[in-house]
């Protein structure tokens, strides 16, 4: 989802010369794969989207997957990236890597200050490590690398599979089968108390792609040398109750909202502080229920293909 947006907006401002890989044509895992692929490119910028992830259900099934096969994508994807002279990455994290309990909106600050959510710690580790990793580089290196902490994301190409995908896909997947079933109700996890942060994915490519426009000087301007990650959200946030409502609207579902209180809630609040980012000169633009309509818009005519 994410590597398509970016691709789609770097298209849209004119450049043409874009590298991109499938999984199947390029393991991340694979050390030596990985070296060959930067040997052979060369690429002088780096988007670093790739990632394993999931909602609270995938991260406690498979915790091993998630840590090993995140810290083997970014370490392979970082270390190739300065031995081969990109002059530029940008490592995509989350912004699960704050502390539970952290102070709300949490600033870039809060890292490493408490912690994690327990149901998702290991992902969230695999990614600190990331964060620190581009700052060694660049300490050790000198390299420009930067790192972007993304709210929780939706829109066109999202995971819709109702075992292993996040809150909206999963929610909207829900209420439209209900919907064309007819189903009485609709069963939705925890307690619906928590409230999140939602950032359209368009919406992040482009703040990826004006970060990365920024010059090295801007850059360090804003951040410390081991805090140099920057928060990217709406600086809003819903509950889930008043998400699944929303959701429920878009999709035209007239039933009743059941919450299974049985299953986890996970972090009681994760809002970030996005005052960094806009002093960069970044703001979010796509308001959530515009964002939900365009997303159901794309999973109708793409729901034949997401079938499983």
């Known amino acids: ?101 952290a102070p709300q909106p949490m600033t870039e600050e809060s890292l490493l200050t408490g912690p994690l959510e327990s149901t998702n710690e290991p992902y969230a580790v695999a990614k600190i490590a990331g964060i620190k990793l581009c700052e060694s580089y660049n300490r050790q290196y000198g390299t420009d690398f930067r790192s972007l902490m993304p709210t929780n994301l939706y829109g066109p190409g999202d995971n819709f599979d109702l075992e292993n995908s996040h809150v909206i896909p999963a929610l909207m997947r829900k209420f439209h089968e209900a919907k064309t079933q007819g189903a009485p109700a609709v069963t939705v996890w925890g307690t619906g108390t928590p409230r999140r942060e939602f950032l359209h994915v368009d919406d992040l490519a482009d703040a990826c792609v004006h970060l990365m426009g920024l010059a090295p000087e801007t850059y360090r301007a804003h951040t410390r040398p081991m805090c140099s990650h920057v928060n990217a959200g709406t600086g809003e946030d819903v509950s889930i109750r008043e998400l699944a409502e929303t959701i429920g609207e878009v999709v035209g579902f007239e039933g009743e909202i059941r919450f299974d209180t049985d299953k986890p809630d996970g972090t009681p609040r994760k809002l970030l502080d996005v005052s960094r980012l806009a002093a960069l000169g970044w703001t979010a633009r796509t308001r959530l229920p515009e964002g939900l309509a365009q997303t159901y818009a794309w999973f109708l005519d793409h729901r034949d293909a997401l079938r499983t």
């Open 1 to 101: 989802m994410v590597g398509s947006a970016i691709a789609r907006r770097l298209e849209a401002t004119g450049v043409s010369n874009i590298l991109t890989r499938t999984h199947r044509e390029l393991d991340l895992t694979d050390t030596r794969a990985v070296d060959a692929f930067f040997a052979e490119t060369r690429p002088s910028r780096v988007y670093l989207a790739a990632a394993k992830v999931g909602g609270i259900q995938a991260n406690n099934s498979f915790p091993a997957e998630f840590i090993h096969q995140n810290l083997m994508i970014e370490a392979n994807i970082i270390h190739a990236a300065w031995r081969n002279g990109s002059e530029r990455l940008l490592f995509l994290g989350s912004s699960c890597i704050y502390p539970r309990l």
